[in-house]
């Protein structure tokens, strides 16, 4: 089973729309059964809240189900329990690697890392703009998602 934990600030606009575009990816190719997946925040601030308002706009546009969520913090046991612990910018890594006590495994990355990119996902909690986030997240899974099979192949 491949575990995969997205992480962002809040765990209400990034980090949940990138688990709703993997969780439906992975669905697409008939492969549910072999992935968890699963997002976390590296801060307290929206716990127990639901995604946010654009980000499940933003998904039903594109026809993808919002995956049912309620935000919640990444914990250090977080790094033991995933394989994969994918953040949207350089301080979520930073935030992710301080929560998990450092990173000897290396199974912390960016999201865009996976695209050949060191770009950072806007948070659109602050840039308003859920379209090019989207498009940045699907860009990172789609990656993600080839690596993970090119690496189980």
Request: hydrophobic residues 40%; aromatic residues 8%; charged residues 25%.
């Amino acid at each position: 089973m491949i575990k995969i934990l997205f992480v962002c600030h809040g765990n209400i606009c990034r980090s949940t729309m990138a688990e709703s575009v993997m969780t439906y990816l992975v669905s697409k190719r008939h492969l549910s059964d072999r992935f968890r997946i699963a997002s976390a925040a590296t801060s307290r601030e929206e716990i127990g809240n639901s995604p946010h308002y654009g980000t499940a706009g933003k998904l039903r546009a594109v026809g993808i189900p919002v995956v049912p969520h309620r935000a919640v913090q990444m914990t250090k046991q977080d790094y033991e329990a995933y394989d994969y612990l994918i953040g949207m910018d350089d301080a979520n890594i930073r935030n992710m690697t301080r929560i998990a006590g450092g990173d000897p495994e290396h199974k912390i990355h960016k999201l865009l890392e996976y695209a050949g990119s060191s770009r950072a996902i806007a948070d659109p909690w602050y840039t308003g703009d859920f379209d090019a986030t989207y498009d940045d997240i699907m860009e990172g899974c789609e990656a993600l998602m080839d690596f993970l099979m090119r690496s189980q192949a």
